[in-house]
Antibody, heavy 120, light 108 residues
Framework: EVQLVESGGGLIQPGGSLRLSCAAS????????MSWVRQAPGKGLEWVSV???????YYADSVKGRFTISRDNSKNTLYLQMNSLRAEDTAVYYC??????????????WGQGTLVTVSS | SYVLTQPPSVSVAPGKTARITCGGN??????VHWYQQKPGQAPVLVIY???DRPSGIPERFSGSNSGNTATLTISRVEAGDEADYYC???????????FGGGTKLTVL
């Protein structure tokens, strides 16, 4: 059974840094692409970043240059390093993964989310 | 960047049919996926590749996609279907995943 468990969220001051983790079980994080998706309070879903099995990474314009996605194959864990945080980064952050290798496919699996609050 | 447009809200009486649209430029040429999200919960995939249903999703959920509009149809709506629904595509030109703004389905 596939499980994704996020951690690392919390309250952080503007300009600060935070690293989110997504521990995976039931599959290997390096075997397929994985993404982070966020949801600001009362708002819709927003794709944040992806890392492909080959290591290529892409970011939404809103976080480019500030966030870094990575993975640790030995820990089977996905990460999101968030720097220069802004109030508008406040959101629940989900890690999401597909079942297929097709980029146009759906996100079949989602974690429960971790809340990041950026406030002074 | 590619934009998906959904109505903010749809209301339907129990037992009736709800249709939630997702508009996008030539969206019929893309694969559309739909997610259901209830308060405080993670999204759940309910329709993928326009019209396929994951195991465990009732047959009452169906999807279609043509031209500039994709549609999620929920037949014989139940109170438990009340949730936010999001459409999603992959924009190959930018390597971005795009979500619609979401539609709140209210069961009257």
């Amino acid at each position: 059974e596939v499980q994704l468990v996020e951690s690392g969220g919390g309250l952080i001051q503007p300009g600060g840094s935070l690293r989110l983790s997504c521990a995976a079980s039931g599959f290997t994080v390096s075997s397929n692409y994985m993404s982070w998706v966020r949801q600001a309070p009362g708002k819709g879903l927003e794709w944040v970043s992806v890392i492909y099995s080959g290591g290529s990474t892409y970011y939404a314009d809103s976080v480019k240059g500030r966030f870094t996605i990575s993975r640790d194959n030995s820990k089977n864990t996905l990460y999101l390093q968030m720097n220069s945080l802004r109030a508008e980064d406040t959101a629940v952050y989900y890690c999401a993964s597909p079942r297929s290798y097709d980029s146009s496919g759906p996100f079949d699996y989602w974690g429960q989310g971790t809340l990041v609050t950026v406030s002074s | 960047s590619y934009v998906l447009t959904q109505p903010p809200s749809v209301s339907v009486a129990p037992g009736k049919t709800a249709r939630i649209t997702c508009g996008g430029n030539n969206i019929g040429s893309k694969s559309v996926h739909w997610y259901q999200q209830k308060p405080g919960q993670a999204p759940v995939l309910v329709i993928y590749y326009d019209s396929d249903r994951p195991s465990g999703i009732p047959e009452r959920f169906s999807g279609s996609n043509s031209g500039n509009t994709a549609t999620l149809t929920i037949s014989r709506v139940e109170a438990g279907d009340e949730a936010d629904y999001y459409c999603q595509v992959w924009d190959s030109s930018s390597d971005y995943w795009v979500f619609g703004g979401g539609t709140k389905l209210t069961v009257l």
